[in-house]
Nanobody
Framework: QLQVVESGGGSVQPGGSLRLSCAAS????????IGWFRQAPGKEREGVSC????????NYADSVQGRFTITRDGAKNTVYLQMNSLKPDDTAVYYC????????????????????WGQGTQVTVSS
């Protein structure tokens, strides 16, 4: 069972930044599309961003476009989500998952298209 590990969450003030990491051990992330999702209390898990295998493309939810950036580091076998200009509405548990096709689905991302979720990392944006 392939599994990823998310990290990098924390508590920040509005306007602050965080960088989340999605790391894998025992397999190579390069071959998979990686999706970042988030889930706020009482809400469904929603797609945030996706990066296709071999950096063939990225996409973003409208709510984070221009503020979040998804990238890969092949040497570290890690996918990052750089989050800038954070807002209270960004507060959620953030998860990453794998799309075995290697190609990002179009936004809005569907949970059903991804698998091998990690345990998530909490992001709290509050003054």
């Amino acid at each position: 069972q392939l599994q990823v590990v998310e990290s990098g969450g924390g508590s920040v003030q509005p306007g602050g930044s965080l960088r989340l990491s999605c790391a894998a051990s025992g397999f190579t992330l390069e071959y998979y599309a990686i999706g970042w999702f988030r889930q706020a209390p009482g809400k469904e898990r929603e797609g945030v961003s996706c990066i296709s295998s071999s950096d063939m493309g990225t996409n973003y939810a409208d709510s984070v476009q221009g503020r979040f950036t998804i990238t890969r580091d092949g040497a570290k076998n890690t996918v990052y989500l750089q989050m800038n200009s954070l807002k209270p509405d960004d507060t959620a548990v953030y998860y990453c998952g794998l799309d075995y096709s290697g190609v990002c689905p179009q936004q809005p991302l569907r949970v059903a298209d991804f698998t091998s979720w990690g345990q998530g990392t909490q992001v709290t944006v509050s003054s």
